[in-house]
């Protein structure tokens, strides 16, 4: 009963979503998300007709307006600067389209223009002085905040009469002030459209990542060869563009020329941007973020004015919440990356069955023997961590390295190599096309192709997203072995979505169907996903009808095998239940049959870990990392199959000195290459009544 | 309310009386128009939006408006911007959605509030300004006419400093820059000054927002510049006790003549017997809450359009000296029942 | 006075002093009426207070934080201190009282500083605000406090004069001296010195950095207090609304003009006197020349701007260098 409840719960129950949700970049704004909604159930609660059209309008309205303020400090925040300036800059503003429409009684796009420039002009002070002669930003802005509030009321007593005298006869101008589209006020849609492009500006180009660049560590960003001054520079002129937008919009709202106008403004948003969470001293933030911090301060201010809430209690209300919701997002910045650990690993529940025998024993399928004992080396100590070793029509031999290069080594005795080709990732699975283009799997970084002259291309590096995935699936994580189609589609296996290569310890601890299989189809050079929910798919063959495959689960320790046409479409079926090890790649042997490399032994302590979660759940919580249970990958061998699940043959090197572990292997003329991850070195074993004419890969396979 | 209901049984009560006992020998007769008004009254709202509450001019206003609320059974509720003209916008752009039936505005300058104002008004919202009117008029205006002020104050001084031995040196103390309570009250100064060829104004300067410390260093610098300083013309009480305190420290206290104006709270009558100044002009305070009072309820009772009436109502000045001062009233919270 | 600067790199202090010498020379040069020993004493006492301010801010911007809430702390312990006084309390009785309130306000804004590790700037911020809150709900009948009888006995540390020199230059010399001596004699005041250049390594070196930023907020309350009973006694009245302003700009402004860098770990008194003087020099002539209130603020801007320019043309601040996150 308790076990079918686990199956149960470990089915169904979604462990890894927490981890995968709470590693979001955006869980980093999920505090002012809280305060935000926290403020708005209250005073719906509070107030009759809070979220009211009309009050909703009215609030949107102002945020709007408030909002292009946020969103310039913001960007001048992310610099790593400050800008104080901004009430009197607004002010300045205000006056000068009021003038400019009331007085001069300019074309509204002329007024609009003249306003925008005073901004970046008034902007650009801030910037030259700050980005250029290096001035401090708290100090020089809050010079310039006087300075320029003293020129505001210096003009604002000459002209304050003449601007409440006269009113402009424009009704784009009223438009922007109280007018709406669909209903939703002018000034909203203008903020929205901004707030999008910045959003873009901040997260997909190029001049944003310089901003975050530079606030995030000025001294790299310098030694890089940015242009650090203009771009410090230019985010005060941008400051003081958005701020001239604010004003003109509430110009147009409220036409007062008053003295105060703007006074406090710096305070408001500086508190609007860091409730947020937009990190005084830079390198942090977004655009939503100064969206949420804008809503949360004019929700709150508007909702006590509503209340009719004495001065006093509003700010100690006001100070409170400040206060309260500033902790818990310094808090949380500081440990969500410790959550995240805690969470991400999220044990399933995986019940392999028992082995019958002994593997070691000798009337197993798999007694031991030393068959490997006595093979040939090539390039000893010359490469390191060739996953898979592939060859080519003249017999030369093609291997990845850790380096992130692909070594070729020259026939017939294999003793001087090259660099083949730079890939720049580690590369797995290999294969070669009919044209003996070489296709890699490449940890990190997707499929690549090298080509007869050597030329290094992305052939996918990404494929459809899952509409449930949290963690973006769409991008290749672990792509590890493939096969070709002699129609020129390529399949291959993903190990796992939600970890790193190196980081496969982990998924094997975690024992979840975290990997897939994804097909490529050159004609219309389209990714798609085939299979999902994978245990560590591995090593990937196609099979004698051309319409299927088989597929290697490692921590699973079955080869399946999966029809992806023909009459049985979409069928997966076992061919070996109960390995007792962790298969790796499979490939064609001369005879029909498919050679698997098993790359470590199971152990009957591993075995029960997986079937025990939520020990490997705390021991995940409570132990380093490298105290966690591991696999046992210190010993390996090579096994022949055949479609039906029977082994045929089996190769060991039991003292481990030649083959400690083994991850692939293929047939050559005769001969059989053995490639190890953590080898530093290639085998050659030769097969006694092989074909000698016999090639894996290539023309010879594809045609 | 209880009042009310009260009342409204009495009048149910006596009207039965009225009908049924006719014969009865003293008739009593209930005034018709009294239960239609209370009636009138039930529900309503009046809502006060002050640039500031905790000085003796919006606190006596509010109290009395408060207390009429009570009485006539009507709501009464205040929205304080706290000095934050932007909050007070927006405290106007959402009570012009929640459609109180009267709004009385305290307004902290000329124009900020203008085009809201009329927006409210538009809306169906009686708007009484309080203390400052914008140049956009509506339902009702109560204040004092600030440029008399200033031309009263700016009387007393030319009074005193052109007698004889008198240097005629007139110092001013104004208020904000930008604040036109402050620009009205310096053109009534110039008004009586400017024509006057034996006073000379040493220096006119802005005391910021109201800083008495700033009125006591102004005065402070003037004094080492002028020690023959005969006259100043403060703009608000609250602002001159720091001129007062330059004087005393001076010991000049009794050689240069202070006037200032204010809204006659107790710190009026106490700055003319403890000789902070010499010469006070009040604009009333409570004068000006009966005033509004009554224009709360002209307008509750209006059922032309609104804004079809606009009124002005100037409060009438009173000036305090040394002289007078044991016949005034200043007035006190405690005081306004 | 040349002497004095030989040999020395033209730094912030040095660059002030001179621009400060050169205004007060033309001033007494050009300005009748400036260069008398009455109007010296007064341009002294119209600045003690914010100079007082400004020896409190010292010590928070030389241990690296910074105090928004210093307005709100000088405005309402004190005009709570009055209040209490006024309505019959014994005055050692409220000064205690005063005292207490301000200690706490320091803590809160030490402990969110230390502890929380919110941004001093917003930390000081929203305290000011709550603060400010706290008087207006209720601690005073209204905003503006009176001078209460009750404390008449100690109304001399703000308007008295002895020996010609009024007290409030007095107080501001007196406090002076304290913060100097606790700066540069104190073991606290060392470790205030180490926080501020270089909190990582002061941690290390074993100091514990957390109570001692509690401190500085402290220290900082309490002048903020002191400061306030100056003001109180000196106008006869406390005016709360002074939160309102953007006085606590002015008092930044005094501390770093004189050579206190935001950066922290430099500087001391001095810095703040000659940052005091050059704002007192300058609001002085000017009142002395009925330049009008918004013209006040414009030169003041623009002299205070030169003296931030020609210290960043002079002294450079460097990529290499210049610390991470510094605003």
Redesign the interface.
Known sequence: MSQTLKKLRYKYWPDHIFGEILQKPWMETAVPLIVLIFTIVFFSAQIDNFISANNLSDNFRQAAELGFVVLGISLVLIVGGIDLSVASIFALCNLLVLYCMHVWQMPLIGAVSVTLLLGAALGAINGILIGYFRMRAFLTTMVTLIVFKAIHDLLNVKVAVAISSNFPDSPAWDRMGYGAILSIPTVVWAFGILAIFTHIFLTRLRYGWWLLAVGGNRRSAYNTGLPVNRIVALSYVASGVLTAASAIFYAARLASPGADTGKGLEITVLTAAILGGIRLGGGKGSVMKAILGTLIILLITNGLLRMATPAGTSRIILATILLLAATLDIRWFKNRHKAVQELYVSPALLELPGLSKDATSPDSDYAPNERLHDVEIIGLGQVEAPEDVVLDEDDNLYCGSRHGDIIRFFAPDYKRHEVYARIGGQPLGMTFDAEYNLYVCVGGMGLYRVTRDRKVELVTDETNRHFLSIIDDSRLRLADDLDILPDGRILFSEATVRYEMHEWPTDALEGRGNGRIIMYDPKQNKTTTVLRNLIFPNGIVVASDKQSILFAESWNCTIKRYWFEGPKKGKVEMVIPNLPGYPDNINRASDGNYWLAIMGMRSQVFDLSMRKPGFRRRMSKQLPGDEWLAPNINIGCIVKFNEAGEILDVLWDRQGINHPMITSMREHKGYLYIGGITNNRIGRLKLDDADETYVSSGKYHVG | MKLFTKAAMTAVTLLSFAIGGSAVAQQSINDPARDALYASLKDRSVVFVPV?????LT?GWSKMMARQAEKLGYKY???????????G???I??LI??KPDVLVVQN?????????LKRAEDAGIHVLQLNMKT?ILTTGFVGADVVEIGETQANAVVNHCTGEGKSGKVLILAG????PFS?YMLHGYENVLNGNDKIQV?????T??????K????T???L??HPDLCGILGVWD?TD??T??AL??AGKTNDVFVSTSGGGGE?SCKGIRENLWQHYVSYDVPGQARDLNDLILAALQDKNEVGSTKTILYTPLIEFTADNVDQQSCWT?ESIK | MLNLLRGRKLDQQIIVLILFILIFLSFAVFLPGFISAGNILTLVRSVSVLGILGLGMAIVVIGRGIDLSMIATLAVPAAWVMTLAGAGYPPVLAILAGLAFAIATGVLNGVLVAYAEIPALFATLAVGIGIAGIGQSGLFEYDIVAWPPALDSISWIGRGVILGIPYSILAFLAAALVVHIFLKKTRMGFFIYALGDNLLAARITGVRVRPIIILQYVMASVIALFAGLVLAASSANMDTRIFNLTWIYDVILVVVLGGIGLSGGRGGVWNVIIGTLLIGTIINGMTIMNVSFEGQNLVRGMVLLAALMTDSILNPRNEETAKQGDI
Not at chain 2, 202 to 206: D, E
Not at chain 2, 208 to 213: P, T
């Open positions: 500031f509450m905790g000085l003796d606190e509720e205040v929205r304080n911007s706290n000095f934050n003209t932007a909050a916008a927006q405290t752009t959402s959605s929640e902290p300058d000329v124009q900020s509030y203008a085009r809201l140049n904000p820059p930008t604040s620009a040493v220096s006119v300067q802005s910021g927002a109201y800083e008495s410390a009125a006591k260093s102004i402070q610098v003037v080492q510049q609250n006790i720091g007062a305190a005393a420290e710190l919270l």
